[in-house]
């Protein structure tokens, strides 16, 4: 099976729970929270497949984050001179 055969199954099945849910919601009635929480549930299990959709349509190199080269070459000492410890204070202060 294919990627997109699989997201097409999974929105099979999440259309069958929302149907299922209409169902069981016209015999419980909305009780309380607990139908709502469901429902909540089940809507957002929609949208997260609806982005997976999105997803595995981009190509490849669309997603793929670009590189970033790091230099082999020293940094200038004379950044790390004249600051302060970040989380360590002041050379010429100590800690309460």
């Known amino acids: 099976m294919s990627v997109h055969d699989d ?3 999974v929105q099979r099945c999440l259309d069958d729970l929302q149907r299922s849910l209409g169902r069981l ?6 009780i309380g929270l607990d139908m709502r ?3 909540m ?3 957002h299990l929609s949208e997260s497949v ?3 959709r999105d997803a595995a ?3 490849d190199a669309a ?3 670009d590189l970033v080269t790091i230099s082999d070459t020293p940094y200038d000492i004379s950044l790390w001179t004249d ?4 989380g360590l204070g002041a050379r010429d202060r100590h800690a309460p």
């Open 25 to 30: 919601e016209q015999h419980l009635g909305t």
């Open 37 to 39: 929480r469901v429902r």
């Open 83 to 86: 600051t302060d410890d970040e």
């Open 63 to 65: 997603r793929r984050p």
């Open 57 to 59: 349509s981009t190509p």
């Open 7 to 9: 997201i097409t199954a």
């Open 41 to 43: 549930d089940a809507a």
């Open 50 to 52: 609806a982005l997976l």
